[in-house]
């Protein structure tokens, strides 16, 4: 079975842009979950999202949004870049049963540069 | 609140060494999911084990132990007769009912195995 795919990998980018990262989750896994990753706050749960709904939102701004199609495969946006959005962002996919039991499988991750 | 505390910001053993990564975490849940996953330098987050809070039995597999002891709210790992390739950062997370079973994770061990 493949695993959690992530596009692009690597991504620069200049302040006051947008981007959009994607992620193809696991076949047969509907919960998908954003992780933004920085040296000075570690891993942060930025969004899940399940069956093309958000299910649960951490604690980021508006500038960051994503949305889920009904194949799974989720994208996430973030606009109006700033320096602080360089992070290594990480897509979890998972069966998406909403038990606590879940087991998230991670992607390679996008890293994002702003500049 | 949920919280995850991993003290040991960086270890250092020699190869064939045993070590023992500590986590330490808090919840008013009683039903709540413990996590370990490791971070080789590649970026993908590797899951390693999960165990629920009823279950307090010890896991072996191969050269990895986990330690879960409620009493003390902690879940430890330990890494038997260390070897380069287990350099990495692990980190400890723990999911739980309250907040919409997001996963919070600890901020990481970064382990260097030296030959």
């Known amino acids: 079975k493949a695993g959690v795919t992530q596009t692009p990998r690597y991504l620069i980018k200049t302040r006051g842009q947008q981007v959009t990262l994607s992620c193809s989750p696991i076949s047969g896994h509907r919960s998908v979950s954003w992780y933004q990753q920085t040296p000075g706050q570690g891993l942060q749960f930025l969004f899940e999202y399940f069956s093309e709904t958000q299910r649960n939102k951490g604690n980021f701004p508006g500038r960051f949004s994503g949305r889920q199609f009904s194949n799974s495969r989720s994208e996430m946006n973030v606009s109006t870049l700033e320096l602080g959005d360089s992070a290594l962002y990480l897509c979890?996919?998972?069966?998406?049963?909403?038990?606590?039991?879940?087991?998230?499988?991670f992607g390679p991750g996008t890293r994002l540069l702003v500049l | 609140a949920q919280k995850v505390t991993q003290a040991q910001t960086e270890i250092s053993v020699v190869e064939k060494e045993d070590v023992t990564l500590d986590c330490v975490y808090e919840t008013r849940d009683t039903t709540y999911y413990l996590f370990w996953y490791k971070q080789p330098p590649s970026g993908e987050l590797v899951f390693l084990i999960r165990r629920n809070s009823f279950d307090e039995q010890n896991e072996i597999s191969g050269r990895y132990s986990w330690n879960f002891q409620k009493s003390t709210s902690s879940f430890n790992f330990t890494i038997t007769a260390s070897q380069v390739v287990d350099s990495a950062v692990y980190f400890c997370a723990l999911s739980e009912r309250t907040g919409g079973f997001k996963t919070i994770f600890g901020a990481g061990t970064r382990l260097f195995v030296k030959a």
């Open positions: 979890a996919s998972s069966l998406g049963t909403g038990g606590v039991q879940e087991t998230q499988y």
